[in-house]
């Protein structure tokens, strides 16, 4: 049997050892978590600016392409599956111009979508990227993944002319310097 006086000085060393070893526990697990928060923390601001270097180059060449809200194409197309492609198809269709008609009063919005095909075309921008963007990823899904013939059909029917062809080389094109660009921010 021990003493009462030695179980005291026990209970106290046992406690003193188990205070000191959540202290040595303790410091570098908040360390960690500290570290661990700035890690995350940067990571969310380049994640920020990669987004926000996107939108600005973009709204710069939907200026160029002489849209009346290049701002909000810009964020419109960032939201599709494909920016550069939308972003692309876009400026080809329509400079980025959500309220222009086109073929003889026949093509609506920025992407200009066909009403006759394919229903009534959304006055929203949102809207209008998100019937766009049915009706291509239809078409490439048809097509077993052929982007080329896949813009083609968008532009030129079921059964498009050569001149489709080189429209889809152009946006093509176009999809693949926004694309490249957007990996420099990346980097």
Request: with cysteine; proline share 5%; aromatic share 8%.
């Amino acid at each position: 049997m021990i003493k009462k006086k030695s179980k005291t000085k026990l209970y106290a060393k046992i406690m003193l050892f188990s205070i000191s070893s959540l202290i040595m526990l303790a410091v570098p697990l908040q360390i960690f978590t500290h570290q661990n928060t700035q890690q995350l923390l940067t990571a969310e601001h380049k994640v920020k600016t990669m987004q926000q270097n996107k939108e600005q180059f973009l709204e710069n060449m939907f200026k160029e392409y002489q849209s009346p809200c290049p701002k909000a194409m810009a964020k419109t197309v960032l939201k599709t599956s494909r920016p550069a492609l939308y972003a692309s198809l876009s400026m080809e269709e329509s400079g980025g111009d959500p309220n222009a008609i086109g073929d003889g009063g026949k093509s609506f919005g920025a992407f200009q979508i066909q009403a006759q095909h394919w229903g009534p075309v959304p006055r929203q921008l949102d809207g209008q990227a998100a019937k766009a963007q049915k009706i291509l990823e239809g078409h490439i899904k048809e097509t077993k993944g052929n982007l080329r013939k896949a813009l083609a059909m968008y532009n030129g029917g079921d059964r498009p002319p050569k001149k489709s062809y080189a429209y889809a080389d152009r946006i093509i094109s176009r999809a693949h310097i926004i694309n490249k660009k957007f990996k420099e921010f990346s980097a």
